[in-house]
């Protein structure tokens, strides 16, 4: 059937759109790859893009295919698609895509019903486990879970996990060949019940498409043009499916920022974004930087967070550019226990809700579920609404499904009446009264229920003569894609949870070291490097205010020990009473102090590294490994061995450190003036020579 055309010209569609915007939009079709910061309109300039190529008469509706990671992203573009007229185009996500395409192609693959589709794979690992005699425990049963998804999203099998484990360097949750037997019993369970598990939907669909030529003449005859968002977050086997939907066609529109890759963990990679030109070499490349979110401080305060991150590749580093008025400046705030530190963000909230900013305009991020406790606390004693994100689905909510029953009838027998005053008068019969209930529970249904009929008013502007019927079929089509409508109430979510979303005020809460970067995360670069990455998406929710918090203790009166995050360092004003720790009298101090938080040094090898145990390392370790180069160079010459130049302490601290005179390296323990004048300047030419 014929998708109806796109309703403005090709030239109209261009409008409004900033100068980088419009040269994606109006790129000629081919490879395109736009590198998109944070809050540039990326999700606008692709969905103008297609309905440009559409509207230029380069491919039509149908024959398009938007894929992004999650279902709230997927939704959101088919309504921008929508609104620019574009009736036809599929906006999915990659899972959901695959599924509609193996539930096509099954028949003619495999030659029976397609399977089903496991609601969770916890069960049948289960199984596995037990038949492979190793711990049922169900944290462990997660993290093999966990390790199976990684395996499959990046095409590993269980004969080929120890050896990819062991080159990787994975913390498996028990020996590398046990979680190998693990994944081979739960494929064969999961295939001796005729189930799949949702890589397994990606996994399927590509083989269809390789191995079976007449599936993949078919399905590329139906889709010419494919746009991947959030192209940083493109696992192996994402990439693979990809490829066979493509079958060697360039019409291809990627989009991403590879700042914001902090999915690695499930095997995610930004190396085919960074890798894009060199696939295509011909691809017309945009950088779009203006961010239209955040405020100008906001915007600085994330420069600041990325512009400190080591090793970046030459294609992530876009700096944002601030396009909005002036705004308040970030807050910094220390307290001494999580629980104060909690109430005092519960009262800046009632602050800015008594100022008029939504509920629903104000989140609360923290980087592990379990911060949520206290905060949900906080809230209730002061009578704040929260919604917790991952919590309980809007469309699983009793309140919701019975309004769902009553829309659906009401479509089939429409009442007369504007589509805002029928949903009204609909709901007004589950419950939706004309004022408010004072708060709880009946509250927060209240609210639900009103979250539709705001739904209904903005499907009413967006398309004129919106019906009963168009508005239960777009219910149902977000139900399915589990893409809710707002619900007034503060976000509690994580760091993970909140990517892709944006709010007027955010408090990142607990920025304490353990915590943010995660403990687990010490000792790997690359590890610490995606939990600042985590940390610039934080900061880059925020469009006017921006709180960040941490406290030195996690109960009350429990000892001071903790340390504010390593990413705070350089971004707290120097006035501010928290940028550095006061220290001790001179009078009483006896041993050195550290050079970052200024408390007295314990022990020998902290006076070396002139820092404490607690504070965090900034180690160059390629300037150490050519340290320690150098040294076994110099050894052999003076026919010593390697600790009477340099010990391995002393090389440690010069890379912390790195000293840019002699008095530098003088500073140092365990350099003194021999030390200097034997070895003072190699050393510095080669820090110089580093650098």
Not at 215 to 239: G, H, I, S
Request: proline share 5%; charged share 25%; with cysteine.
């Amino acid at each position: 059937m014929a998708s109806a055309p796109v309703t403005k010209s090709p030239t109209g569609l261009l409008d409004g759109l900033d100068p980088e915007q419009r040269a994606a939009a109006a790129a000629p079709r081919g490879p395109v790859c736009v590198l998109a910061g944070a809050g540039t309109g990326k999700t606008r300039t692709i969905t103008h893009r297609i309905a440009h190529l559409i509207a230029s008469g380069h491919v039509s509706a149908g024959q398009v295919l938007a894929v992004t990671f999650t279902a709230r992203a997927a939704g959101e573009m088919r309504t921008r698609l929508r609104a620019l007229g574009v009736d036809g185009a599929q906006a999915l996500t990659f899972h959901a895509a695959a599924r509609r395409q193996l539930r096509y192609f099954w028949p003619r693959v495999v030659g029976d019903r397609m399977w089903d589709l496991l609601d969770g794979k916890l069960r049948l690992v289960a199984q596995a486990a037990q038949r492979t005699r190793v711990s049922t425990d169900t944290e462990i049963l997660r993290d093999i879970a966990s390790e199976i998804e990684w395996a499959k999203a990046s095409l590993i099998s269980p004969e080929d996990y120890p050896a990819q484990a062991a080159r990787l360097q994975r913390d498996t949750p028990m020996q590398a060949a046990q979680v190998a037997e693990v994944y081979r019993k739960y494929e064969e369970v999961k295939n001796a019940a005729r189930m799949l598990d949702f890589d397994d939907l990606l996994l399927h669909t590509t083989a269809a498409l390789e191995d079976n030529a007449d599936v993949a003449r078919e399905f590329r005859d139906r889709y010419r043009c494919f746009v991947v968002d959030e192209y940083q977050d493109v696992t192996p086997l994402q990439q693979r499916l990809l490829d066979a939907w493509l079958g060697g066609r360039d019409d291809i529109t990627v989009v991403g920022d590879a700042n914001q890759t902090i999915y690695s963990f499930g095997g995610a990679s930004p190396r085919p974004l960074l890798d894009f030109t060199r696939r295509f070499p011909e691809a017309t490349v945009v950088r779009l930087e203006r961010d239209y979110r955040s405020t100008p401080q906001v915007v600085e305060l994330a420069n600041k967070v990325i512009g400190a991150a080591r090793g970046r590749p030459a294609g992530s580093r876009l700096k944002l550019i601030g396009q909005r008025p002036d705004g308040p400046e970030p807050r910094f705030a220390e307290f001494d226990d999580e629980p104060t530190e909690a109430g005092a963000v519960a009262g800046r909230v009632r602050q800015l809700l008594d100022a008029g900013v939504p509920a629903s305009e104000i989140a609360i991020l923290y980087r592990v579920n379990a911060q949520s406790e206290v905060y949900e606390q906080a809230l209730t004693d002061l009578e704040i609404p929260y919604l917790v994100r991952g919590g309980e689905r809007f469309f699983e909510r009793r309140e919701i499904r019975q309004a769902m029953v009553s829309l659906r009838t009401a479509a089939a027998d429409p009442p007369a009446g504007d589509l805002v005053t029928a949903v009204r008068a609909v709901l007004a019969r589950v419950g939706l009264t004309e004022q408010p209930p004072s708060g709880g529970a009946a509250k927060e249904r209240w609210d639900a229920l009103l979250a539709l009929v705001e739904l209904a008013e903005e499907l009413a502007a967006s398309v004129e003569g919106a019906s009963m019927g168009r508005y239960v079929a777009e219910l149902e089509q977000r139900a399915a894609a589990q893409h809710p409508p707002t619900v007034e109430g503060v976000t509690l979510a994580s760091l993970h949870a909140a990517k892709g979303l944006e709010w007027d005020a955010v408090f990142l809460v607990g920025l304490a070291e353990g915590t943010m970067p995660i403990q687990r995360a010490d000792g790997d670069e690359a590890a610490i490097e995606e939990e600042r990455r985590l940390f610039y998406v934080g900061v880059t929710r925020a469009r006017e205010q921006l709180w960040l918090s941490w406290s030195l203790s996690r109960h009350p009166g429990g000892r001071r020990h903790r340390r504010r995050s390593r990413f705070l360092y350089g971004l707290i004003p120097e006035e501010h009473p928290t940028a550095r720790v006061p220290r001790r009298a001179a009078t009483t101090r006896t041993k050195p102090s550290c050079r970052m938080c200024g408390e007295q040094l314990a022990n020998t090898l902290e006076v070396k590294l002139g820092r404490c145990a607690r504070c965090p390392s900034d180690l160059d370790e390629a300037l150490l490994t050519r340290l320690k180069e150098w040294r076994a160079e110099r050894a052999r010459e003076l026919k010593v061995p390697p600790f009477v130049v340099f010990t391995d302490a002393t090389l440690v601290a010069i890379a912390e450190q790195r000293p840019d005179d002699q008095r530098g390296l003088v500073a140092i323990s365990g350099i003194g003036p021999t030390k200097v004048q034997r070895f003072g300047d190699e050393v510095l030419s080669l820090l110089r020579d580093h650098a």
